[in-house]
């Protein structure tokens, strides 16, 4: 099945500083998600981008998807910026139901 | 208020029982999904639905029941038969995967604590 990886699996960052997180999967995609994991467990969505570039405040997402990666830059981070990044997918050349295939996600400390 | 709500948000139970999770959407979305979370790792499928009455099996699903009685909810159930049931369970839903955008949107899960 494909495979997807993020990069870097830790950031640490004083608040303030931009930052950029790497998703890079091994298949073609008809959608690509951004999600942000609240310390309560909670999924945010933050961009659904199978190709382009999103902005939204001081969150942007660009997704190359014939080069097979796609970029999430946190502009002057915050302390609630603190948590779990996942990048998920969806295989195009799998059965088309929609299955998210996950990354193992980018831990994001921001401190005061 | 749109959204999807998963209850209880904490399940203790002793091994050896079954326990049903529940999830409900109200954004009227055919398909519906159940994911499983281990600390420190990504969300894996367990089943999928795109309608009523029909239901397919995830990448994990060993161990695992669904129902699809009503389009507003796909109720989990965890079963014995489940080597490794603690984990955080998280519910999905999407409009039908196709040429238009079918952006998944997540209930705010279920911790599953078996003893």
């Known amino acids: 099945g494909i495979q997807v990886e993020q990069s870097p699996p830790d950031l640490i960052l004083q608040e303030g500083a931009n930052s950029t997180l790497r998703c890079n999967f091994s298949?073609?995609?008809?959608?690509l998600q951004w999600f942000h994991q609240n310390p309560w467990g909670q999924l945010i969505n933050l961009f659904y981008?199978?190709?382009g570039t999103k902005q939204n405040g001081r969150l942007s997402a660009t997704t190359v998807a014939t080069e097979r990666y796609s970029l999430l830059y946190i502009s002057s981070s915050q302390t609630t910026d603190s948590g779990v990044y996942f990048c998920?997918?969806?295989?195009?050349?799998?059965?088309?139901?929609?299955?998210?295939?996950f990354g193992q996600g980018t831990i994001l400390t921001v401190h005061p | 208020d749109g959204g999807i709500t998963q209850s209880p948000k904490y399940l203790f139970r002793k091994e050896g029982q079954n326990v049903t999770l529940s999830c409900e959407q109200n954004?009227?979305?055919?398909?519906m999904y159940w994911y499983r979370q281990d600390p420190g790792q990504g969300l894996r499928l367990i089943y999928y639905?795109?309608?009523?009455?029909?239901?397919q099996k995830g990448d994990i699903a060993e161990g695992y029941s669904v129902s699809r009685e009503k389009k507003e909810s796909f109720p989990l159930t965890v079963t014995s038969a489940q080597k490794n049931p603690t984990a955080f369970y998280l519910c999905?839903?999407?409009?039908?995967?196709?040429?238009?955008?079918?952006?998944?949107?997540f209930g705010p899960g279920t911790r599953l604590t078996v003893t």
């Open positions: 999905a839903s999407s409009i039908l995967p196709g040429p238009d955008p079918y952006e998944q949107y």
């Open positions: 298949d073609s995609v008809n959608n």
């Open positions: 981008i199978p190709s």
């Open positions: 998920a997918v969806v295989n195009a050349g799998g059965t088309s139901y929609g299955k998210l295939t």
């Open positions: 954004l009227n979305h055919d398909a």
């Open positions: 639905s795109q309608i009523v009455n029909d239901f």
